[in-house]
C-alpha cells in the first residue's frame, strides 16, 4: 500500500508537509549519503544510529508525506538527481513500488544480500520483481483501529466487536460530545486506511482466492462484496463516526485529534502510532480489529509488508548505500524501526519484543487471520489512484460507489 497504505500502507508521515534532516551541503561519494524517506518521527534515530556505527559519515536525509513523495520520485529518478537510498513501496499499487522502479531499471538488486532470502513468503512476494529482490524491507504493518485508552475511559465507552456494536459506538462517542475516529481525507491516500479492513473481512475473508478470480476475468469490483465494502464505509460516515469535514482535515491534522482525545481513535495502520504518542507520550494506544460483520470470527486484520528502501540503480555513493541497506536490515535497524512505529520487523531472527498496543495485531498474523494489503498485487497503479480520488469525490457528492468501482474495474482490465 502506499497504502498504502496505504494501501497503502500503506508507513507514511503527513502528505505535503516535507521535514528536512542533514542538510549540509556535501560533494557526491565520499563519506555522503542521500536519503529521501516517507518515514517521519521514525528514520532519524536510524540515522542517527547509522552515522555513531560509522564515524565521518553523514547522511543527507528528506522525509515527506506519500502522495508528495511518490510524485517527485519519478521525476528525480528520470532526471539523475534522485538520492543514493529512497522509500520504495512492496508490490504493484502506487508510482513508488518495487514492480514501478524496477521495472523502470530504477533500483539495484539486491538478491545477493543474505537477508533477502530469509523473507517470509508475505514479504519476498511483494519484495520482488521477475524473481530478483529489488526492496530492503524492514517491517511488517497492519491497519486497524488505534484507540486512544484514556479517551475511551473518560466517555465510559469500550472498543466494539461486532458491526452493530461499531455503529452503536460511533453513535455514542457523538452523542457524549466527541466522535469515534479521527479522518483526514484530504490526503488522499488515507481515503482507503478505512476501506481495506472492511474488504478484508467481507471480500477476502470470505474468498482467500478473490484475487486470481480477478487475475483471470472470474469476478470484479463492481459484482463483488468490494460493493458491500464501500457501502459500509458509507455507513460509517453516515453514522457520525467521524468528525466533521473529513476532506478538509489532513492526516497530521487527524493525528492530533486522536491523540489528544478530540477523538477517541483513529483507523489507521500501527504506524501512526509512534506519532500519536509523540504527541502525548503520556497516552495510551492500543490497534484492534476494525469488525465488519456480526461474527467476530469472521474478522480479518489487513496486514502485510510495509515500505521499505531501495537503492537507486545510478547512486552517486553506491557503497555507502549498500552499508546503509545493511544497517537497516540488521537487527539493530529493524528493531528501531519497530519500537519507533509501533510495528514488527520482516525477520523473525531480532529478538524484538512487540510494543503490547500490538498484542491483538501479533496475534492474528499468528492465527493466519490476515489479507495482504489489497493494491499490493494490482496489476497497475491506476487502480489505486483510481480508488483514492474516486473516494474523495464520494465525499464531495461528485460520485457514487458504483461508478468509483467501475472505474477501477476498467483500470484493472487494463493490465500491467
Known amino acids: 500500500m502506499k497504502i498504502l497504505p496505504a494501501l497503502l500502507a500503506a508507513t507514511t508521515g503527513a502528505a505535503l508537509v516535507a521535514c528536512s534532516g542533514g542538510t549540509n551541503a556535501a560533494a557526491p561519494g565520499g563519506n555522503t549519503l ?3 524517506s516517507v518515514d517521519q518521527g521514525s528514520v532519524e534515530d536510524v540515522v542517527k544510529a547509522f552515522e555513531a556505527a560509522n564515524p ?11 502522495d508528495q513523495f511518490q510524485q517527485q520520485i519519478r521525476t528525480q529518478l528520470a532526471s539523475g538527481t534522485a538520492p543514493d537510498v529512497m522509500s520504495v513501496w512492496p508490490g504493484n499499487g502506487n508510482p513508488g513500488t518495487v514492480t ?9 538488486d539486491l538478491s545477493g544480500q543474505p537477508w533477502a532470502s530469509k523473507f517470509p513468503q508475505v514479504v519476498s512476494d511483494v519484495a520482488r520483481y521477475e524473481g530478483k529482490t529489488y526492496n530492503a524491507i524492514y517491517g511488517i504493518n497492519g491497519i486497524g483501529a488505534v484507540y486512544n485508552q484514556e479517551a475511551i475511559s473518560k466517555a465510559g465507552l469500550t472498543p466494539p466487536a461486532t458491526w452493530t456494536e461499531l455503529l452503536a459506538f460511533c453513535r455514542a462517542a457523538k452523542e ?4 469515534a ?6 490526503d488522499n491516500w488515507v481515503t482507503q486506511v478505512a476501506l481495506y479492513p472492511l474488504a478484508a473481512t467481507l471480500v477476502y475473508g470470505q474468498d482467500r482466492g478473490f484475487e486470481k478470480k480477478m487475475a483471470t476475468g472470474q469476478t470484479s469490483f463492481a459484482s463483488s462484496p468490494w460493493a458491500a465494502a464501500f457501502a459500509k464505509y458509507g455507513e460509517l460516515e453516515q453514522n457520525g463516526c467521524f468528525q466533521d469535514n473529513p476532506l478538509g482535515t489532513s492526516y497530521e491534522a487527524s493525528q492530533k485529534l486522536a491523540a489528544t482525545g478530540r477523538t477517541l481513535g483513529i483507523i489507521q495502520g500501527n504506524w501512526v502510532i509512534s506519532l500519536l504518542k509523540k504527541q502525548n507520550p503520556g497516552a495510551t494506544f492500543t490497534l484492534k480489529p476494525v469488525p465488519a460483520t456480526d461474527d467476530p470470527s469472521q474478522t480479518i486484520i489487513p496486514a502485510a509488508a510495509g515500505a521499505g528502501y531501495g537503492v537507486n540503480a545510478k547512486a552517486k555513493n553506491p557503497e555507502l548505500a549498500m552499508k546503509f541497506i545493511s544497517f537497516v536490515m540488521s537487527p ?38 490476515t489479507v495482504p494489503f489489497m493494491d499490493q498485487l494490482w496489476p497497475n497503479p491506476k487502480v489505486q489512484q483510481t480508488m483514492l480520488t474516486g473516494i474523495q469525490e464520494v465525499f464531495s457528492k461528485q460520485s457514487t460507489p458504483d461508478k468509483v468501482l467501475a472505474a477501477m474495474d476498467a483500470d484493472y ?4
Open 181 to 186: 475516529f479521527a479522518l483526514g481525507i484530504q
Open 413 to 416: 482490465k487494463s493490465g500491467a
Open 176 to 179: 457524549k460530545g466527541t466522535r
Open 56 to 66: 565521518g559519515v553523514k547522511v543527507n536525509f528528506t522525509t515527506s508525506g506519500a
Open 332 to 369: 539493530e535497524g529493524m528493531n528501531l524501526f519497530a519500537g519507533k512505529q509501533g510495528g514488527l520487523p520482516s525477520l523473525s531472527d531480532t529478538g524484538y519484543r512487540p510494543d503490547p498496543s500490538l498484542t491483538e495485531l501479533s496475534t492474528y498474523i499468528t492465527r493466519n487471520r
Open 100 to 108: 514501478v522502479l524496477a521495472k523502470g531499471g530504477y533500483l539495484r
Open 34 to 36: 542521500s536519503l529521501a
